[in-house]
C-alpha cells in the first residue's frame, strides 16, 4: 500500500532536514522522494508550483511547504512527541528564535564562508554577533527545547552539522569550541539525538559535495543542497 | 518593564506590521495600551522589550514582550481564544493560511517599497512583480468573501494594512490594483467594512505624504 505520507527533499538540505526529523520524532511511516534539484520532478513543481523548493511534505495527497511550516504541521497533525511547547508564551518565543535563524544567523554564515575581502569581514562580523545571541539561548539547558530536542533545535540542525563543514571547505572557523563551547556542545548532543542520526547524510560525503561545489558557490552564492 | 499586569503595543502609526497586530486586538476587543514609538530615536522600552531586532511592533503582555508581527498575531489568537478566531484549526488549512501569511511578508512590503524607490527598467519590473504577487493572491481568494473564507482570518490580517498603500504604490508606479486585481480591491473594501480595519489603517492619502517623506528622505526624485 503507497504511503500517505510522502517528503520530497534531499539528504544534503538543511531545509528537508527539519522536516525529516519531525517526522520520524513523531515515528510518522513515510516515504523518503529523491529530489534531483538540477532536474526538478513533475510532482515537486506540481506540489509546490509557488516556490518550487523542497521540502515538500504530501500527506493524502495535500501538500505542504516551507520547511518550518511542515514542522508545524507534522507537530499538529501527528500525536505522539511535542515539537512545539503547549505555553502560547513558549511557542511565541520558538517561533521567534526559529525566524532568527533563518533571518539572520544562517545568511550571516552563509555569505562568511563565499565572500572574501572586507565584504566576508563585515559578514563574519555579523555572524558572531548572531551566534553569540543564538547561543545565550540555550541558558543552561541541554537543549533550546529544554530536555529533549523542540522547534528550535530542528531549526538550528544547519548549525549542528552543516556549519561545521561548510566552514571546513571555506577554511575559515567560525563556529569553533573554543568562541562557542555552549553552542558546540549543543550541536554535539543535537546530532546524538536517535532521530537526527537517522536523518543526516555522512559526514565525509557532505564535505566532499560542498568540496566539489566550492567554485560555483563562490561565483553564485547560491546554495546547492542536493 | 516590570511584570505589570494588562498589555501593552510598542508601534508605529503608519507600519503595515504594526496594524496587524492593533487588527487582532480589535478583532478580539482586547484592551491595551498603545505606545507610538519614534523611530528614529528609539525608546528605552523598545530597547529593552527588543534586543535582538530594535523594531516595532512589540507586543508586551504582563510584562512579557512577543516580537515579530505575524508570531504576535499568531499569540493574541492563542492567548485570546474564546473570541473571533483568526486562525483555522485544521492543520492543513493552518498550514495553508501560514504559507500565504509567510508569502506576503516575503513578497508584499519589499516589492512595494522597491516601486517608490527605484526608477525607470527597475520600477518596471517590481511593477511587473507587484501584478503578479496581486494576481497570485486573488487567485487565492478566488470568490470567497475573505481569505479565511466566510471569516475574517489570518491571513486577511496579514494582507488588509498593505490595501493602505495600494494607492501609493498605484501612483509611484501607474497602474490600477483594480485594474489587475478587481477581487483583490473589491476584498479591501469588505474588510473597510469592519470596525476593527477601519479603525486602524491610514488614511490612504497620509501614507502616501509618507512615502514621499521617506523618497525625499533617500534622496529619490
Redesign the interface.
Known amino acids: 500500500m503507497a504511503e500517505t505520507v510522502k517528503l520530497l527533499g534531499t539528504k544534503g538540505s538543511p531545509y528537508s532536514h527539519r522536516a525529516e526529523v519531525a517526522l520520524r520524532l513523531k515515528e510518522v511511516n513515510f516515504e523518503f522522494l529523491h529530489e534531483d534539484l538540477a532536474h526538478k520532478s513533475d510532482m515537486l513543481l506540481r506540489y509546490n508550483p509557488?516556490h518550487k523548493k523542497i521540502p515538500v511534505l504530501v500527506?493524502e495527497e495535500?501538500s505542504?511547504?516551507?520547511s518550518l511550516?511542515?514542522v508545524?504541521?507534522v507537530h499538529?497533525?501527528f500525536n505522539g512527541y511535542a515539537i512545539l511547547p503547549s505555553d502560547?508564551?513558549e511557542?511565541?518565543m520558538a517561533?521567534?528564535w526559529a525566524?532568527?535563524i533563518d533571518e539572520k544567523v544562517i545568511p550571516a554564515f552563509w555569505m562568511s564562508c563565499w565572500t572574501d575581502g572586507e565584504m566576508q569581514k563585515g559578514f563574519i562580523g555579523q555572524a558572531k554577533e548572531a551566534l553569540t545571541?543564538l547561543e545565550s539561548q540555550l541558558k543552561g539547558k541541554k537543549f533550546f527545547g529544554g530536555d529533549s530536542i523542540g522547534f528550535v533545535d530542528l531549526a538550528a540542525g544547519m548549525v549542528a552539522f552543516w556549519f561545521g563543514i561548510l566552514q571546513e571547505v571555506a577554511g575559515i572557523s567560525l563556529l569553533n569550541e573554543e568562541d562557542y563551547p555552549v553552542l558546540c556542545r549543543w550541536a554535539d548532543d543535537y546530532c546524538s539525538v536517535e532521530a537526527v542520526k537517522e536523518s543526516l547524510l555522512d559526514r565525509k560525503l557532505l564535505v566532499a559535495h560542498f568540496a566539489s561545489k566550492k567554485e560555483k558557490i563562490f561565483a553564485t552564492k547560491a546554495p546547492v543542497y542536493d | 518593564m516590570a511584570s505589570e499586569k494588562g498589555v501593552m503595543l510598542l508601534d508605529f502609526w503608519v507600519s503595515p506590521f504594526g496594524q496587524r497586530a492593533r487588527i487582532a486586538l480589535a478583532e478580539k476587543g482586547v484592551q491595551y495600551e498603545y505606545k507610538e514609538e519614534n523611530l528614529t530615536e528609539k525608546s528605552e522600552l523598545l530597547l529593552k522589550a527588543n534586543p535582538?531586532h530594535k523594531k516595532i511592533p512589540v507586543l508586551i503582555?504582563d510584562g512579557?514582550p512577543?516580537?515579530?508581527s505575524l508570531?504576535?498575531v499568531?499569540?493574541i489568537d492563542?492567548?485570546w481564544s474564546d473570541k473571533a478566531t483568526l486562525m483555522p484549526s485544521a492543520?492543513?488549512q493552518?498550514?495553508q493560511a501560514?504559507?500565504w501569511a509567510?508569502?506576503i511578508d516575503k513578497k508584499v512590503y519589499d516589492c512595494g517599497s522597491r516601486l517608490w524607490k527605484l526608477k525607470g527598467e527597475e520600477q518596471q519590473t517590481a511593477k511587473k512583480e507587484m501584478i503578479d504577487i496581486l494576481q497570485?493572491l486573488e487567485a487565492q481568494l478566488g470568490d470567497k468573501k475573505y481569505f479565511g473564507g466566510d471569516s475574517f482570518g489570518f491571513v486577511d490580517v496579514a494582507f488588509v494594512p498593505f490595501t493602505s498603500w495600494f494607492y501609493s504604490y498605484e501612483t509611484c508606479a501607474n497602474f490600477s490594483v483594480e485594474g489587475v486585481a478587481p477581487k483583490i480591491a473589491q476584498w479591501a473594501k469588505r474588510c473597510m467594512e469592519r470596525e476593527s480595519v477601519a479603525k486602524t489603517l491610514s488614511d490612504p492619502k497620509k501614507v502616501y505624504e509618507f512615502v514621499c517623506f521617506l523618497k525625499k528622505k533617500f534622496g529619490v526624485e
Do not use: Q, T
Request: include cysteine; proline fraction near 5%.
Open positions: 509557488i500527506h495535500k505542504i511547504v516551507e511550516i511542515v508545524e504541521y499538529e497533525a502560547p508564551y511557542r511565541a517561533r521567534f525566524r532568527y545571541i | 535582538v503582555h512579557k512577543v516580537c515579530e508570531i504576535i499568531e499569540y492563542e492567548v492543520p492543513y493552518r498550514a501560514r504559507f509567510d508569502f497570485l
